[in-house]
């Protein structure tokens, strides 16, 4: 076994939370139309998001100034919020422009182009936001996807805006085509403007587990004569596309499997290419399309598990033909018929914005997300394995070992589990600096699509079907057990970690005695509270998760952390952004409160401003500099940030509040931190870090101030 004093964890590296935060612009969503490609790209340091344009000669122009920035909260996930529209100058000649929704009151405004001043298209009433917009046959409209909040209530409807803005004075200008049902996703018109295609679904299916492809006929008084397609509660569709005026094609999980189907008007759907392959990324985010349809009738399509990478389907030969690249995960594909956009990465090559030749294969990058990417020599390459869960049950995860070019590790390495969120969510091979922020200090990475992960099937998916807090936490122990088992992980060193769901399955995980310490990243603490308190799209999500209310009510106790405080006698971090509309700040004060009344050593770190989910640069580097000093404190190594401080009384609610006592020294007291022999202990000072792992090389000391300045983010 390794001493605590071995470079595991105190690597000296190059990659500093900054160069997180700051170094990976967010690419989002692009469109192609000829020569022109547009995208969303994130600026965290300024808070918002913008809309780029590549014109033919690759100039590449920011097209929002600040403070305008592009985003939707319908689902308050959102999805892509923007759509390059043709216009018409007084020559005659096509100019695109662009609709996009505005973050701040979620309107939909109109950028001319050539102006730098956009014009708003819908009605100033506060309750309204917008996505998934789709140009309508005859280019003088924009169909989308409208929620409506008021009065404790939430509507959506799928809606027609007119380019000319009379809908921003006139509010019955913005004509409702259908409505109905709790939910709708991807509006999409016949070539002919004859059909209006859409997916719905209703409570409490979420869309991956039950949702219908309905069509209409599209006209002057809206949609009439609507039917079903395909899809029921037990089918999920995904992604509507029109092949020509009378077929549509579709991305169906009814063999288990997101596969293409082709489907006219009536009749059965006929399966494309059946395959035990994802040819669809999980429908958690509006506007997401992973197959295209060419002029040719061709289909570029992404497939695979956890990570997608495109191949052209021909229907003439029902061949599939890999587009053979060094990128391993692609998303988010558009095409204007003849060239296909997408944004694609790999574990050494930061996200690109990419464009395809589909005749050639030939893959251009338009764009990278990092314009000074580290040292390849610091990232690590991970390796995609599948360990024996609980009963010989498969769990698939991606293994991140430490990795530096100047320093190497005797024996086993401290871990951290990651659990992503969702929880039907996926953790993919995609370029991830924040796990190199980790790796290269000497802290491995196991990331893992536990059961419940898209990717890999309904069935897998269905395994977290009423065991939320059950199997998810089954399969991050049986990945930190079975790396242990190998050699590789330090079962004194062991840590879970996870955003939202995955934050759940952290502070679950702790209930028991693989971890050593655990970081909830907004993650849910009470399922009672979040139940009532969470948005519309997902407050009936827990009826799959963990059952129906209130016959369930002992089950959601049962599995709730805050109600399982007393078995957590491990060091805790919750991280919560204030703003949160998806796990509400109460959910993370409550499992403080009720780790201080436990006596257990815990920090809670707070952001004004942040939602679900931080955008912010300060609260990105603040964040992940938080993490980093927390496995210091815990596993006994010096890091480049300032300590965290430990607290083990509930947190203060006002005024005459008892302060809260400290495990850690201040956060400034950091210069004559001594040796190990010198520092406080866990246990000297919260009365336990509860329990010992058995450390060799005596009690874990405070982490002494970085020299410099330090950045981060997460």
């Known amino acids: 076994m390794s001493e605590l004093s071995s470079p595991h964890g105190s690597w000296p590296s190059p990659i500093s939370a900054g160069d997180v935060a700051r170094g990976v612009r967010r690419m989002a969503f692009p469109s192609v139309a000829g020569a022109e490609v547009w995208w969303e790209e994130g600026r965290p340091e300024e808070g918002r998001t913008t809309l780029m344009r ?36 007084d020559k005659a000649i096509t100019r695109m422009g662009v609709v996009f929704s505005h973050s701040s009151d979620q309107r939909l405004y109109l950028l001319e182009r050539g102006s730098s001043e956009p014009v708003p298209l819908t009605p100033d009433d506060g309750a309204s936001r917008y996505a998934d917009p789709a140009l309508s046959a005859d280019g003088r409209a924009v169909l989308c996807v409208r929620e409506r909040h008021g009065e404790g209530a939430v509507r959506r409807s799928i809606v027609s805006v007119p380019l000319s803005g009379r809908g921003a004075q006139d509010p019955s200008a913005v004509r409702e085509l259908v409505s109905g049902a709790d939910f709708y996703a991807s509006p999409t018109p016949s070539p002919d403007g004859a059909h209006l295609a859409y997916v719905r679904w209703n409570h409490p299916r979420m869309p991956w587990d039950g949702s219908e492809l309905r069509v209409g006929a599209l006209g002057e008084t809206g949609l009439t004569g609507e039917y079903t397609l395909k899809g029921g509660v037990d089918e999920s569709v995904v992604s509507p596309t029109w092949a020509d005026d009378a077929t549509l094609y579709v991305a169906s999980d009814w063999p288990g499997w997101w596969n293409l189907y082709q489907a006219g008007m009536t009749g059965q759907a006929l399966a494309l290419y059946p395959a035990e392959e994802e040819f669809h990324a999980s429908p958690g985010r509006l506007g997401n399309r992973s197959f295209c349809v060419l002029d040719s009738g061709r289909v570029v399509a992404l497939h695979g598990h956890a990570d997608l990478t495109p191949s052209v389907y021909d229907p003439d030969t029902l061949d599939l033909t890999p587009v053979v690249t060094g990128l391993t995960t692609w998303s988010m594909l558009d095409t204007d018929g003849r060239s296909v956009v997408a944004v694609a990465s790999s574990p050494t090559e930061p996200p690109c914005l990419v464009r395809l030749d ?357």
């Open 54 to 89: 590549r014109d033919a000669d690759g100039t590449v122009t920011e097209l929002l100034p600040a403070p305008w920035s592009a985003g939707t909260r319908v689902h308050e996930y959102g999805g892509r919020a923007y759509l390059p529209v043709p216009r018409r100058d």
């Open 358 to 714: 589909p005749a050639s294969g030939v893959v251009e990058v338009l764009r990278r997300a990092a314009e000074e990417p580290p040292d390849t020599a610091y990232l690590p390459v991970p390796r995609q394995e599948t360990l024996p869960g609980r009963y010989g049950a498969p769990v698939h995860a991606n293994v991140y070992p430490p990795t530096h070019p100047d320093a190497s590790a005797d024996g086993p390495a401290p871990y951290v589990v990651w659990a992503h969120g969702g929880p039907v969510s996926v953790s993919t091979l995609e370029f991830d600096l924040a796990k190199a922020y980790f790796t290269s200090r000497g802290i491995g990475v196991v990331d893992v699509n536990y059961g419940g992960s898209t990717g890999f099937g309904r069935p897998y998916r269905k395994r977290l079907h009423k065991e939320w807090g059950v199997v998810d936490v089954e399969d991050c122990v049986a990945a930190a057990r079975a790396l242990v088992e190998q050699g590789v992980a330090d079962p004194r060193r062991l840590a879970i970690r996870g955003p939202s769901a995955g934050g759940y399955t952290a502070l679950m995980a702790l209930t028991g005695d693989t971890f050593a310490c655990g970081v909830s990243l907004f993650g849910v603490t009470d399922l009672l509270g979040f139940s009532e308190t969470t948005h519309d799209f997902e407050s009936r999500f827990l009826d799959s998760l963990v059952g129906t209310l209130p016959g369930f009510v002992e089950r959601y106790r049962e599995r709730s952390p805050v109600n399982r405080a007393g078995e957590i006698d491990v060091p805790v971090l919750l991280v919560q952004g204030l703003e949160d509309r998806v796990v509400t700040p109460d959910q993370a004060t409550a499992m403080a409160t009720a780790l201080g009344r436990r006596g257990a050593p815990y920090a809670l770190v707070e952001f004004e401003g942040e939602g679900h989910g931080f955008t912010g640069q300060e609260a990105r580097i603040r964040s992940l500099e938080s993490e980093l000093a927390f496995y210091a404190r815990v596993f006994g190594f010096e890091a480049d940030v300032a300590p965290l401080e430990l607290v083990t009384v509930p947190p203060e609610t006002g005024e005459g509040a008892e302060p809260a006592s400290e495990v850690a020294g201040e956060p400034g007291d950091t210069e004559d931190a001594g040796d190990a022999g010198d520092a406080p202990s866990a246990e000297d000072a919260a009365g336990a870090l509860a329990r010992d792992p058995g450390r060799d090389g005596g009690s874990p000391r405070p982490a002494e101030a970085a020299a410099g300045p330090t950045t981060a983010g997460d």
